[in-house]
């Protein structure tokens, strides 16, 4: 980039020596051999191979073709005049003047393009290798293994079917027709019922290339549907029972987050969506209709929840500058707050019970945040490994009779396909942290005997992990 901005910037400072009519010959030849690398550098596409970093290879190809189009334009009158028509004692003044305007505008373009090049010498150089260094995946999550409380739980295998895909959502309900309570295990193909006694009931595959998907019941006639919140910066949809897309929504600038809940009290969920972008957050009726929007920007993740137990539901979402956005049924923004640590993906729980009310879970800085929906930090936890980029889940589980409900949460870094599992007791003591080197979506606790005791289920790829 730098070697195209300075042979190009050296072709203006020629064109601008021979527009003043400079007829001596070895300022000429030296013209034509900056003019000969130009052509040489646009036809071997030589920025291109100044850039080492795969992710960001397209962005030079559009960049060199763009400027050098426009540089071309630019500087086509002028080249015309030098080596097709040359220049002759009869130009007019306006031939002239025009002459300098094309002048102007190229020595402007080359120290654009200059600067320009600086940049990206800049970002190859000092900016890009710091990002790699925040985004390598650390040595320790290469091995699977328990480190922290080895005969704290035991540890097996409690449902398995490689059809399913990623395990995204573990719910318990009425979802089939007919009697008796479902355990759901929902992955991003598929969705596998189990009885009340943990026997398979039912498979459905998803006729979609899902995300995240959801159980949830848009009528509420306890028969359910599924929603696909995506994976970030891709559509979302509402799919039937049966597996099928009822609606898909998204387009530019992208879908990061979708989700639902009834906003107006009507009976009926509704479907708050997030753009990537500034493409803001918009509300959805049950037909996948905008109902309407309100501007934001890198609305990372949403969701909907009584955030001060009057009985109604606020929009809940991050963005770009790392805020708790709380908004109104309509959309006003009632109140937004900026947390210590950077506020992006986040998810709900219960804390420190299952009768306490929701709060907002984050993983930040090795140190898994609960935060109330104004900001502030209502219990926080050492969480060695977590780092920054990892999305995390909780919730409370009974995992003792005599001893209050314990906290367990799974952070899941998607990009890496690793996750980290972390049991906490209720002084906030970790009493059990595991690796997993494949991305675990769910969690979920479960009484597995009829008992007042639970067992934690962790969602994996194609399999659900019991731990009691």
């Not at 070895?26 to 052509?39: A, D, G, N, Q, S």
Request: aromatic share 12%; hydrophobic share 40%.
């Amino acid at each position: 980039m730098v070697l195209s901005a300075i042979v190009y910037s050296l072709a203006n400072i020629g064109n601008i020596f021979y527009s003043f009519k400079y007829r001596n010959q070895t300022i000429k030849t030296i013209y034509k051999i900056v003019f000969f690398l130009i052509v040489f550098q646009f036809a071997t596409g030589g920025i291109i191979d100044t850039i080492s970093h795969q992710e960001i290879r397209n962005i030079p190809l559009i960049f060199h073709i763009v400027i050098w189009c426009v540089g071309f334009l630019l500087f086509f009158p002028t080249f015309r005049a030098n080596f097709i028509l040359g220049y002759k004692n009869h130009l007019t003044k306006q031939v002239m003047k025009k002459k300098k305007i094309f002048i102007s505008y190229s020595v402007v373009l080359g120290i654009v393009i200059i600067l320009i090049g600086i940049g990206f010498f800049a970002y190859r150089y000092f900016i890009s290798p710091i990002i790699s260094s925040r985004m390598k995946m650390p040595e320790e999550l290469n091995t699977p293994k328990v480190l922290v409380g080895s005969d704290f739980l035991l540890k097996e295998l409690f449902v398995q079917d490689v059809r399913l895909g990623t395990i995204t959502d573990i719910a318990l309900g009425e979802f089939e027709p007919g009697p008796g309570p479902e355990v759901g295990i929902v992955g991003s193909k598929g969705v596998l019922f189990l009885d009340e006694n943990f026997n398979v009931k039912s498979l459905t595959m998803f006729s979609v290339n899902a995300g995240h998907v959801e159980i949830i019941d848009v009528e509420g006639d306890r028969i359910c549907e599924y929603l696909d919140r995506g994976g970030g910066w891709q559509d979302v949809s509402l799919i039937d029972h049966k597996g099928n897309a009822i609606w898909t929504y998204g387009g530019m600038p992208g879908v990061d987050n979708i989700c639902s809940g009834d906003i107006d009290g009507d009976g009926l969920l509704e479907f708050v969506v997030g753009f990537n972008g500034g493409g803001g957050v918009q509300l959805l009726d049950r037909n996948g209709k905008e109902k309407w929007k309100q501007p934001d920007r890198n609305v990372w993740h949403v969701e909907l929840v009584d955030t001060n137990d009057d009985g109604s539901l606020e929009i809940v979402h991050s963005n770009a500058a790392g805020q708790i956005t709380v908004r109104d049924r309509e959309g006003n923004i009632i109140s937004q707050a900026k947390p210590s640590p950077y506020f992006s993906h986040f998810s709900l729980c219960r804390w420190p019970n299952k009768k306490s009310r929701e709060y907002a879970l984050l993983s930040e800085n090795d140190i898994i945040w609960i935060f109330d929906f104004d900001g502030k930090v209502v219990a926080q936890f050492n969480a060695p490994k977590c780092g920054t980029l990892g999305h995390a889940r909780g919730i409370p589980v009974k995992l003792k009779t005599d001893q209050p409900e314990y906290f367990a949460v799974i952070v899941e870094f998607s990009n890496w396909k690793r996750s980290i599992l972390y049991v906490y007791n209720e002084s906030g003591t970790l009493v059990y942290q595991e690796i997993f080197t494949e991305s675990c979506a769910s969690i979920a606790a479960v009484s597995i005997d009829k008992s007042n005791v639970e067992s934690i289920l962790v969602g994996g790829v194609g399999k659900v992990w019991q731990y009691k």
